[in-house]
């Protein structure tokens, strides 16, 4: 069989670590040449990492990419092609291209250039980056590679240039992050280009989170006739082995010639570039008898979240070296969530838990058995004290009850023990919540500062897009479920309990709360599943107001209303910690808005 065997090196790059990438794409080219790879292909920017901002400028950050890269041809093993996501200065460098290295042992031989450039939700690459006029054609050997670089995929143009120039092989290399049902649209446009030209496409993405963004994988390969043949795994770094069947590939393109002379729009430019890796093309190189990789299963809808969550927290919270994270139980469905977030994707050991529930509440309430649900389902070992240190969870946290004066006491007795505030005024009380809520905030800092840790945020999606939520909630340096809606934890909820292995069961109590109401010093009581659907709709599908009203069934004031709040709540939402992008539409991140303006229509 006339077959090219491909490398998808699907890996978490740093961004700004160039040595430290370098070095892992080095290990990776070898695997991937162990299993008689012959191509190598890594993702978008993946020896900067992905996405530099305005690191891209920086002159010494461009030369130490250039020396990676030649340190990497030097190593790279004999007969291997490898394409590199590296940033590539214009010849009178006075500007940066996003682009792709052709790397033989030895050399840098010659660049794939990204002619699409998206300014829009997070990406912000017209900034940055000059966008190339042509498209790029690698001649091995052995077959010729159609390279293009994300965005260039989903437009029609450069892959029905590379088509014309009689490709056998498309491949792009992406940093594709993680949005609902994003792996079906790649999927769906890597099969799209493959009917359009009947030619295999090699789709490679990058894992790992970075700031608000997670790099969810899901490299695959798609035949000629639209099947996906191979598939990596999601949220995993992995070397991806696949064989493109070159005879049939050219065949299929021989039979059905009228698909290439109808493509629209008309070819551009391509530039093509013939590559010698000084291996003899006959002879085939040696595979160890191992087969190539298959379809590795996709996760579900709320296994992929959960694992995006941990993911995002895991990489932060390494690539700021942080050594521990503290979570404040409250009883609340979002504190245990990120609490048993950080346990998995940390370890229990580096996460510090603070009880801040009243003593009020009772050891038989919902709240107290969902906190030691948490302790118990998270491997958290209980602490005996106040001063219990590492491994000693949850530590009782005396600053959240606020009080007062005892009434009983004689006038002018100082010495007189004070009440919890809870005995003299009504807990109900949004003032006196508001107090206790801000006073646990405190002791979380002090806690924080004290065991060296950063402090979580337990926020969600539609708490933070509504402006609800208690201080101690919404403050924090990162806020894991920050972009999850409040029906989605409560998906979440249930699928942990259903799980085999560390399953976690919530009462159903914390659950009813959770759907029915946000709390705050200006609480929404409407149910949450009708403000997640005012949420998605005014800030992920952009909708007008009058278009929700129609869609949902809703009482237009209370539409209005909503969405007034959402808007004024920008200022609050600048103020608060990252969130990794679990939506279609990031608050803040994707959906800019200014600070100060006002709706000058219905």
Known sequence: ????????????????????????IAEMLHRAAERGAELAICGELALCGYPPQSLIVDEGMLQEAQRALESLADDLPPGLVALIGAPHPTPDRRGVQNAAAVLTRG????????????????FDEGRYFVPAHHSFVAELPKARVGVMICADLWEPEPSAACAAAGVDLLVALNASPYSPGMQRRREATTIARALEHTVPVAYVNLVGGQDGLVFDGGSHLTDHAGAIVSRGPALEEAVVICDVDLAWSRRSARSEPHRRAAQRPAPGAVHVLPVQTGADPREHPARDGEPADGVAPWPGPEDHRWRAVCTALRDFTSGLRIERVLVGLDGTLGA???????????????????????????????????????????GFVPATGAGAEDGGMPIPLTLVHVAAPDPGAEPGDTSADALPLEQVVPDEDPAVRLIASRTTL?????????????????????MRALGGGWPHELAGGFAPIGDLTRGWLVRIAWWL?????????????????????????????EPCAVLDRVVEGYIDANHPTEVIVEREGLPAEMVLALADRIDRAELTRRSQPIAPRMSGRALSDDRRIPVVWRRGWP
């Open 1 to 24: 069989m006339s077959a090219l065997r491909l490398g998808l090196l699907q890996f978490h790059p740093v961004v700004g670590d160039i040595q430290g990438n370098r070095d892992r």
């Open 107 to 122: 050399g840098v031989v010659g660049w794939a250039d990204k002619q699409h450039l998206p300014t829009y939700a997070a």
């Open 336 to 378: 245990g969530l990120t609490a048993l977030a950080a346990a998995e994707a940390l370890g229990p050991e580096r996460v510090v838990l603070v009880d801040t529930l009243p003593e009020s509440v009772a050891a038989d309430d919902d709240r107290r058995a969902w906190a030691d649900a948490v302790v118990r389902g998270g």
């Open 442 to 462: 405190l002791g979380l800092e002090l806690a924080a500062d004290a065991h060296e840790a950063l402090l979580l945020s337990s926020a969600d999606r539609t």
């Open 497 to 525: 309990a259903a799980r085999e292995e560390g399953a976690v069961v919530a009462p159903a109590g914390v659950l009813e709360r959770a759907a029915e109401t946000i709390g705050g010093p200006v609480p929404l009581h």
